[in-house]
């Protein structure tokens, strides 16, 4: 089976709201926060944080739950030039529970197809979650 089989449900609201993120004029970085809604099994934004460091990020998100972190990242190259690539990264903490751990698994792919992305990272602990981490993966 292919791995674009979507478990959890887009709406066409978040659609929007995750293209407009995309295409979005910013010089900083922004983050949205998205979860899997328990009941609807939809996906919906957990968070929006505008102008925000890493641990501002690392705050927001529950030590053992699964979230999807949706990045315009900051990244400063050693040449002086400044870009903003967009990523996901996947939070699954060691310990949460393998039902929601693989519900967010499963849903992943068609997240990363929905938002178009070509980088995506997973992490287990948010002590991985540095601007080091980012730099060396979005270079």
Not at 18 to 34: D, G, P
Not at 81 to 91: A, G, I, K, N
């Amino acid at each position: 089976m292919s791995g674009t089989i979507a478990i959890c449900r887009i709406s066409d609201d978040l659609k929007k709201s995750l293209r407009a993120f995309r295409f979005q004029k910013s010089s900083t970085t922004n983050v949205i926060i998205l979860k899997i809604s328990r009941e609807t099994h939809n996906l919906v934004i957990e968070e929006h944080l505008l102008d925000c460091d890493i641990d501002i990020v690392k705050d927001a998100l529950p030590s053992q739950q699964p979230r999807y972190i949706l990045l315009s990242y900051q990244l400063k190259h050693s040449d002086g030039r400044v870009s903003y690539p967009m990523c996901l990264v996947f939070y699954s903490p060691t310990g949460c529970h393998p039902e929601q751990q693989m519900l967010y698994a499963g849903s992943r792919n068609s997240l990363v197809q929905e938002c178009e992305l070509t980088k995506n990272f997973e992490i287990r602990d948010l002590d991985d979650l540095t601007e080091e981490y980012l730099d060396s993966k979005l270079r």
